[in-house]
């Protein structure tokens, strides 16, 4: 086992550094990491007082600096102590710079800061926590997507994970004995999407929520017959209606989310191209 001392030094709160931080290192194994987080860092004395307790603990130094004297100063510090210190953003800024014809602007945080997006957001966030399992289908046309399933498809939590990333979901399951509004079948602004899964998995997951819950594992919730039912049933849903299908049995929440988004975009592109046609 490595262990390895890793400084996220930033002049703003350090978030963008940790998830850099996260990225790089589910690259390797057999690493013990002990984060050091160095947030606000805007002036040369802040800095020097961070070095001092870098020199107890040495090790990668990631850090966001735009402030060019305490930049110089923390490249000048960690080079006299042979420690790494790599400028996490700058290969992007830099890219960014090149292509856009612009000087990046040297503002602390600015990534943070409260404008439309965040806004749209939070928004995204309440509409599809008030449009979870089927709640409020009177609302569903003002979603951006609507995921269809049958219980413990990963709806919930691939709604919540777009909603972070600024998309307004709801999710209805599908249940054999009661069929869905029929609204489902006329909206047009949302895109739905049916999430599948394999009638084994779906057992192992239903068991164990059964479990969580004290309840008796051994219901028509987890009969393997009845599963797969229920899974034929959404299915012939998806195809009866022409919806994009995606089968979360081995995908992450982030994998499953990622193919929703790109479906969103194809269809915003499809969209753009009959308008241009068009006009």
């Known amino acids: 086992m490595i262990r390895l001392h890793l400084h996220l030094l930033s002049d703003s709160t350090g978030e963008t550094l940790e998830s850099i931080a996260k990225a790089g290192l589910a690259q390797f194994e057999g690493v013990e990491t002990i984060k050091h987080f160095w947030p606000m860092v805007r002036s040369e004395g ?3 007082r961070v070095m001092l307790e870098i020199t107890q603990r040495p090790g990668l130094i990631l850090y966001t600096l735009v402030n ?6 923390l490249e000048m510090r960690s080079h006299a102590l042979g420690l790494p210190a790599v400028a996490a953003l700058d290969p992007v800024i830099e890219a960014l710079s090149r292509m856009l ?3 990046a602007l040297a503002r602390p945080g600015r990534q943070h800061a ?3 997006a965040y806004f749209a957001r939070v928004e995204a966030i309440q509409f599809t926590i008030a449009h979870d399992d089927g709640i409020a289908s009177d609302d569903w046309e003002e979603a951006d997507c609507v995921l269809a399933g049958v219980s413990r498809s ?3 939590p691939t709604a919540i994970y777009l909603a972070n ?3 307004k979901v709801a999710n209805i399951p599908l249940v054999v004995e009661s069929p869905p509004p029929a609204s489902l079948y006329t909206l047009r602004n949302p895109l739905v999407v049916g999430l599948t899964t394999s009638p084994d998995r779906l057992v192992q997951i239903r068991r164990n929520r059964l479990l969580s819950l004290n309840q008796a594992p051994e219901t028509a919730y987890v009969d393997q017959e009845a599963v797969a039912a229920e899974l034929a049933f959404a299915r012939r849903i998806f195809s009866d209606n022409g919806w994009p299908v995606i089968d979360v049995t081995r995908r992450s929440i982030e994998e499953t989310a990622a193919a929703i988004i790109n479906l969103l975009g ?5 969209a753009a191209d009959r308008a241009e046609a068009t006009s």
């Open 154 to 156: 990963s709806k919930t």
């Open 266 to 270: 194809e269809r915003a592109d499809k």
């Open 101 to 103: 014809g612009q000087q």
């Open 68 to 73: 060019s004297d305490v930049r110089r100063r």
């Open 165 to 167: 990333r600024g998309y």
């Open 46 to 48: 802040h800095l020097d």
């Open 114 to 116: 409260l404008d439309a």
